[in-house]
Every structure is written in structure tokens, then in C-alpha cells.
């Protein structure tokens, strides 16, 4: 059966400072990748999607990146974190080729921005 | 463009009672339209999805969904609520065209009273 992990699961970062957040899934083959924030009462906001290895889409502009450097590896990444970085970052995969396709979510990560 | 408009960010019920939680939707392709549950501090899962098949979806944990393309609609019933169904739930809307993305409502927050 496919398991997919996030990691941490809680990190608290000052302001300015670099971010690295990894989603690894397993049980599956290139599977498509999404990054999704989950802000208080605002829903779930796609940051970026992959359908392959060195493949990332952005969904929104903002001092994020993200990067797939093996087919179920899947990293959010900054340079410099802003206060409006704090969220719930939620990985999920998909079989990927189809808009019926389930997406499968991870246990997030809880961020805070100081 | 797709959207997703979730009526009522707060719907309080009682134990037996039944639920009802609203979504409605906005697409210009034939929509698949998703259910997902989200319980505190953890990621989303999925209730039940229309993918055009039946209208009228039978996910997991009794609730169930009816696609109504006329108001559209796809709102979440179960007809006796139970205290372990207190969590969020998320309307989600994909379609031809999408690039596989989903694009979730903003959230209702489930209580169930004793």
C-alpha cells in the first residue's frame, strides 16, 4: 500500500531564516506531487504541483521554491521566511493523467514564523 | 475557472442529528467535484467523489453526496451524526483541463453536541 511523509511535523523558524520541508511517498511510482498551505479559515491554497522529476509548476508568486530531485521526493524550500510563511503545509501525491484522480494527503507540517 | 463556494463555515449539530454540510460549485467543463475530512492537526481524507458516474455518492463513515448540475450543488449529508464526524470538511472541484489541480472551498467546521 502507498504511505506518504512529511517532516518535521512541527517547526518553528525565526523570520529570515531558510526552510526546508520534505514529503516522500512510497508504494508508487511517479506518482504527480502537489505542496498545499492551509491558512486559519482560508481554505487549502496550492503552491505547487509536479507530474515528474525536475518538473514543478507554481501556482502562486512568492519566496517559496520547491523541488523533486527523485521521482517521490518532494521539497519546499526558502531562502528567507516572511511572518505570512506561518501555516499548515500539507504534501500530497496522485496516480497522476486524470482529473478524476484521488488526491492522497500527508500529515503536514505546522509551521510558525516569529 | 473553477470555484467552490462552502455555505456556513461553522454548522453545530446535534448527536442523531442529521447533517448537512453546503457546497456549491462554479466550472465551465463538467466538474469532478471531491469530499475530504480533515480531523485537527492532521491531513485531509477523502469522504467520496463524483466523477460522472451516479449522481448520488456513497462515501465512508455513512455520509453521502448528490450532484444536482441544475443548482449546482453537491452537498454532504449523514443522517445521524456522531461525535466522532466533529472535524472540518472540504469541497474540492477539478475538470478537464484542470492539470490534475483541485480547487478547494474554504472549509466547514462540523460540532456535534452530547
Known amino acids: 500500500s502507498q504511505t506518504i511523509h512529511q517532516w518535521p511535523a512541527t517547526l518553528v523558524q525565526p523570520v529570515g531564516s531558510p526552510l526546508s520541508l520534505e514529503c516522500t511517498v512510497e508504494?508508487?511510482?511517479?506518482?504527480?506531487l502537489y505542496w498545499y498551505r492551509q491558512a486559519a479559515g482560508r481554505g487549502l491554497q496550492l503552491l505547487f504541483y509536479s507530474v515528474g522529476i525536475g518538473q514543478i509548476s507554481s501556482e502562486v508568486p512568492q519566496n517559496l521554491s520547491a523541488s523533486r530531485p527523485q521521482d517521490r521526493q518532494f521539497i519546499l524550500s526558502s531562502k528567507k521566511l516572511l511572518l505570512s510563511d506561518s501555516g499548515f503545509y500539507l504534501c500530497?501525491?496522485?496516480?497522476?493523467?486524470?482529473?478524476?484522480?484521488?488526491?492522497?494527503f500527508g500529515p503536514g507540517t505546522r509551521l510558525t514564523v516569529l | 475557472a473553477q470555484s467552490v463556494t462552502q455555505l456556513g463555515s461553522h454548522v453545530s449539530v446535534s448527536e442523531g442529528a442529521l447533517v448537512l454540510l453546503r457546497c456549491n460549485y462554479s466550472?465551465?467543463?463538467?466538474?469532478?467535484l471531491f469530499w475530504y475530512v480533515q480531523y485537527p492537526n492532521q491531513g485531509l481524507q477523502l469522504l467520496l467523489k463524483?466523477?460522472?458516474?451516479?449522481?448520488l455518492v456513497k462515501g465512508i463513515n455513512g455520509f453521502e453526496a448528490e450532484f444536482k448540475k441544475s443548482e449546482t450543488s453537491f452537498h454532504l449529508t449523514k443522517p445521524s451524526a456522531h461525535m466522532s464526524d466533529a472535524a472540518e470538511y472540504f469541497c474540492?472541484?477539478?475538470?478537464?483541463?484542470?492539470?490534475?489541480?483541485?480547487?478547494f472551498g474554504k472549509g466547514t467546521l462540523l460540532t456535534v453536541n452530547p
Open positions: 500530497a501525491w496522485s496516480d497522476g493523467g486524470r482529473e478524476t484522480d484521488t488526491q492522497y
Open positions: 463524483y466523477t460522472s458516474a451516479a449522481t
Open positions: 474540492a472541484v477539478s475538470g478537464t483541463g484542470s492539470n490534475y489541480k483541485l480547487t
Open positions: 508504494g508508487t511510482s511517479n506518482p504527480n
Open positions: 466550472s465551465s467543463v463538467p466538474p469532478y
